[in-house]
Antibody, heavy 121, light 107 residues
Framework: EVQLVESGGGLVQPGGSLRLSCAAS????????MSWVRQTPGKGLEWFSG????????YYADSVKGRFTISRANSENTLYLQMDSLRAEDTAIYYC??????????????WGQGTLVTVSP | EIVLTQSPGTLSLSPGERATLSCRAS???????LAWYQQKPGQAPRLLIY???TRATGIPDRFRGSGSGTDFTLTISRLEPEDFAVYYC????????FGQGTKVEIK
């Protein structure tokens, strides 16, 4: 059974940094692309970052480009998201999501339970 | 980037009724790389349909996806109590932007 467990969320001040982790199990981690998707409370879903199975390809939406960095440690079955220069509009539930294959194109076939990030003074 | 428009925003139906949800893309979705997800309150989204019409593992056959190009439809043939939720469509080729969602609520 695929399991994705996010951690690292919490309250941070504007301009601050936070690092999210996602521990994966139940599948061959290095064979699948991974993504981060966020959801503003009461609103819809936003894909904003993805990484290929081997880690060589990384992708970002314009909303986070230059501020967020996605990475993975395949030996540890862990996905990371380094978030810098955080803004109030980054407040959201952050989901770790497994891709259906190692690289583009892939749909999201498994989701973590999400971790809440709140950016506020 | 492909912009998805889902309609209606809210669908009010009774259990046992048929639900028809629309997803329209601003440009053609390559190779029908279109997925549908279901999200219940307090839960993460769940994959329902991929490649426009293929049900994900464990999804009952009352869920049917159809369409190609710019127009896609999710049909729930007979609503069960557990089907009342928000549904999102998403292309997964060159664009990964989600639609804004359709809420299926109990009438």
């Amino acid at each position: 059974e695929v399991q994705l467990v996010e951690s690292g969320g919490g309250l941070v001040q504007p301009g601050g940094s936070l690092r999210l982790s996602c521990a994966a199990s139940g599948f061959t981690f290095s064979s699948y692309a991974m993504s981060w998707v966020r959801q503003t409370p009461g609103k819809g879903l936003e894909w904003f970052s993805g990484i290929s199975g081997g880690g060589s390809g990384t992708y970002y939406a314009d909303s986070v480009k230059g501020r967020f960095t996605i990475s993975r440690a395949n030996s540890e079955n862990t996905l990371y998201l380094q978030m810098d220069s955080l803004r109030a509009e980054d407040t959201a539930i952050y989901y770790c999501v497994k891709g259906s294959r190692g690289s583009y194109p892939y749909y999201f076939d498994s989701w973590g339970q999400g971790t809440l990030v709140t950016v506020s003074p | 980037e492909i912009v998805l428009t889902q309609s209606p925003g809210t669908l009010s139906l009774s259990p046992g009724e048929r639900a028809t949800l629309s997803c329209r893309a601003s440009q053609s979705v390559s190779s029908s790389y279109l997925a549908w997800y279901q999200q219940k309150p307090g839960q993460a989204p769940r994959l329902l349909i991929y490649a426009a019409s293929t049900r994900a593992t464990g999804i009952p056959d009352r869920f049917r996806g159809s369409g190609s190009g710019t127009d896609f439809t999710l049909t729930i043939s007979r609503l069960e109590p557990e089907d009342f939720a928000v549904y999102y469509c998403q292309p997964y080729g060159s664009s990964r932007a989600f639609g804004q969602g359709t809420k299926v609520e109990i009438k």
